[in-house]
């Protein structure tokens, strides 16, 4: 049941509708019905509604049933920002109706008339887009909605909260990534959220789900903001700039009727792109390192190569653990940084072609690094011939050395089609050459010249395309592997925005096991933070997520490395990697060769194999629909005020609810079942009937997994 005072703060909603009602005949056209009367006008599809006020303009969006959805709120809800003054829409002066829609003219004070155009671009998605006048005058655009005190609002970013970066401008990373804390949840409400890209917690979407059952996207890639009632309690408020492209001067908004998540999704999916669906055989383990060592090569079917790669190969048969997917991380090619010219660094990489060979015939399926880094200012190198070619980003200084991170000068502009050209033939090609089908693509959000006098290759100012570097570099790379290996390969990125979600699954960044880069204490905060953030992504439409089993940096507790490989095997990409070995047989605890580890390892990379196809059938869902492979309970239980903001418990899938645990030390857990019947996994006899709160046993080889009803478990 809706509280009573959530539906009365709405109530001129309701009798706007009403009074449309008895207006003059509809004018219908397409299945969108537009009603007017005195004091309002109503924009209907089947089953949804958008009214309009007339004086001052207000918008309101519901069901066709009555029920209120959202509202701006009163005493001015869209404003523009010019010379310092904040200007609003008044009297809406003008209507013609249109065949999806109507287009308003807006009386907007001295300075002339506003257009506005609603129309609905599918049945449940509402677009509205305000035109302020004389807008290549105005410095930003925004709006003001109403948000009851009860309501909860989702999505937005991966990253927990916002918190200030260690030194802005060189190493734009929040402190709180590198001492993570504990806080953050899925509700956002008190939040003031940033809207620019940051590493590496760096999916971020102007998007978000109410749990009034609406979502609501703001268009453009420009830098912004949302205050979700922190500074108004009872106002979500959202800005953003205005730039060079024309359309980054009006504000484009769109409004998806739910009332579920799965719905909304689905809407917004559909107009921003449906989700990249991997091959199965992602759907595996990977095993990864963040740096291959040099030395001594090993032996591995007669011929030398790289030691840790033999390491991993020759333990993964001597432990009976099954093969997946091999991951090259950087560096693995010649020259600075690792990454100066498209060639095996054949000193780091001995025999590299026999290398490859090997773990082709065990099975293994092949990725590595990459980034639109052109590093190296040699003959030949990436960066020179960039640099020559006039394909690198504005703001740059100096030579394109990568080792140079204050003089930028390395970063390729994909927004020119030229450099998009070269560099997808030479991704293309080498990965051809090697059968290499999967990149993990890295940066994206690191170093991108900003600035609003930084002038790109299409004309945006770097104010517009630091949001946008992401999904044109995720489609660039998406593009040359999809040309080397059409239907079996993947893009792997960290960093995301709107869009993104077409070309690449996604990961969550340099997630810690231990704070201050790996060189200060362990800490089980970044597995709590990696649990929520797959669920923060599956709200934003990014349904397959990974992390760094583990943590980027080296974990220093083994329940960390445990807990992590567990909820990896219940995540939508399983891969194990990172700086120094996390390898069971080789840990930096004691001991060191640790057989109570390797057998927890065994277990969860083996049981992926088993649950590969069910994560198959799930990404074929999503898609098809947005429709998330980890979904928060609240996706399927919206009435349930325990679920509301539960973030610790999570479906897998239509049918397994998955509660990990991640305190260091913890033995057993609480979890809640909600409402139906539920058996456990591990033990069938465990049966419950939800809802319901248990104490489950949790030793360190089991996370808590329960089975939906009679669905068969994996």
């Not at 102007?206 to 205050?227: E, K």
């Not at 999704?265 to 091959?279: C, I, K, M, N, Q």
């Not at 190969?313 to 940084?337: A, C, H, K, N």
Request: net charge negative; proline share 8%.
């Amino acid at each position: 049941m809706r509280p009573a005072r959530a539906v009365a703060r709405l109530a001129p909603v309701l009798v706007l509708t009403a009074v449309a009602a008895c207006s003059d005949a509809p004018r219908s056209s397409g299945g969108i019905t537009v009603e007017s009367s005195a004091d309002a006008i109503r924009i209907s599809s089947p089953t949804t509604v958008v009214t309009v006020t007339r004086s001052p303009y207000r918008l309101a969006f519901g069901g066709s049933d009555g029920r209120p959805l959202a509202a701006e709120a009163g005493g001015g809800g869209v404003f523009w920002e010019r010379d310092g003054s904040e200007e609003r829409l008044g009297e809406v002066l003008d209507e013609r109706v249109l065949p999806d829609g109507v287009a308003l003219t807006v009386a907007a004070g001295a300075a002339g008339s506003a257009r506005v155009t609603i129309r609905f671009v599918r049945e449940r998605t509402a677009e509205v887009v305000i035109e302020p006048p004389a807008p290549e005058t105005v410095d930003a655009l925004g709006d003001r909605w109403q948000s009851p005190a009860d309501e909860r609002i989702y999505g937005l970013t991966e990253r927990l909260r916002d918190s200030p970066l260690l030194a802005p401008g060189t190493v734009d990373i929040p402190r709180e990534d590198v001492v993570p804390v504990e806080a953050g949840g899925l509700d956002r409400r008190g939040e003031r959220v940033e809207m620019i890209v940051t590493p590496t917690f760096s999916v971020y979407g102007p998007f978000f789900h109410s749990s009034r059952g609406y979502g609501l996207a703001v268009s453009g890639t420009a830098i912004g903001w949302f205050d979700v009632a922190r500074d108004h309690p009872e106002q979500l408020v959202f800005r953003f700039e205005t730039g060079n492209a024309p359309e980054s001067r009006v504000l484009r908004f769109h409004l998806f009727h739910g009332p579920g998540h799965a719905q909304i999704l689905d809407e917004y999916t559909a107009l921003t792109g449906r989700p990249f669906v991997p091959p199965d055989w992602a759907f595996l383990h990977w095993r990864w390192r963040g740096e291959l060592r040099t030395g001594d090569p090993v032996a591995v079917d007669g011929t030398p190569i790289n030691r840790d790669v033999a390491d991993d190969v020759l333990m993964y048969e001597q432990l009976g653990i099954p093969p997946g997917v091999y991951l090259f991380d950087r560096p693995v090619l010649e020259g600075e940084y690792g990454f100066a010219r498209w060639a095996w660094d054949t000193q780091r990489l001995p025999n590299v072609e026999r290398m490859l060979e090997s773990l082709n015939r065990r099975g293994y399926r092949l990725m590595m690094w990459s980034s639109l880094w052109a590093c190296g200012s040699g003959p030949g190198d990436n960066g020179s011939d960039a640099l020559a070619l006039g394909f690198l980003a504005p703001g740059g200084r100096g030579t394109p050395r990568c080792d140079d991170v204050l003089g930028n000068n390395f970063i390729l502009d994909p927004t020119s089609a030229a450099a998009r050209d070269w560099w997808r033939d030479r991704v293309r090609d080498f990965f051809r050459q090697h059968g290499i089908r999967g990149v993990k693509l890295d940066r994206g959000e690191e170093h991108i010249p900003s600035e609003a006098s930084d002038v790109w290759a299409d004309g945006r100012s770097g104010r517009e395309v630091r949001n946008d570097y992401p999904t044109l570099q995720a489609k660039l790379h998406h593009d040359a592997i999809t040309e080397a290996f059409p239907g079996d390969s993947l893009v792997f990125t960290r960093s995301a925005y709107t869009g993104t979600q077409q070309w690449a699954v996604v990961w969550g960044g340099d997630i810690t096991g231990s704070e201050r880069f790996g060189n200060g204490p362990g800490t089980d905060l970044g597995l709590r933070s990696a649990i929520i953030s797959q669920q923060r992504a599956a709200f934003l439409g990014y349904p397959i997520w990974g992390s760094d089993t583990g943590g980027y940096y080296e974990f220093k507790d083994r329940d960390v490395f445990a807990r992590w490989i567990e909820f990896s095997a219940f995540s939508g990409i399983m891969e194990i990697g990172g700086v120094g070995a996390h390898a069971p047989w080789d840990m930096p605890t004691e001991p060191a060769y640790d057989e109570e580890m390797i057998a927890i390892y065994r277990r969860y990379t083996t049981f992926r194999e088993r649950l590969q196809p069910y994560l198959v059938a799930a990404a074929r869902d999503a898609g098809a629909t947005g429709l998330p492979l980890v979904r928060p309970l609240v996706f399927d239980w919206p009435d349930d005020p325990a679920v509301g903001d539960l973030w610790d418990e999570y479906l897998l899938g239509p049918d397994l609810l998955v509660a990990p645990v991640w305190r260091t030390g913890e033995r057993a857990r609480e979890v809640y079942l909600p409402a139906g019947s539920w058996r456990g996994l591990w033990d069938e006899s465990q049966r419950f009937e939800g809802p319901v709160t248990v104490t489950v046993d949790a030793p360190l080889d089991r996370i808590p997994v329960f089975v939906r009803g009679d669905a068969p478990a994996p």
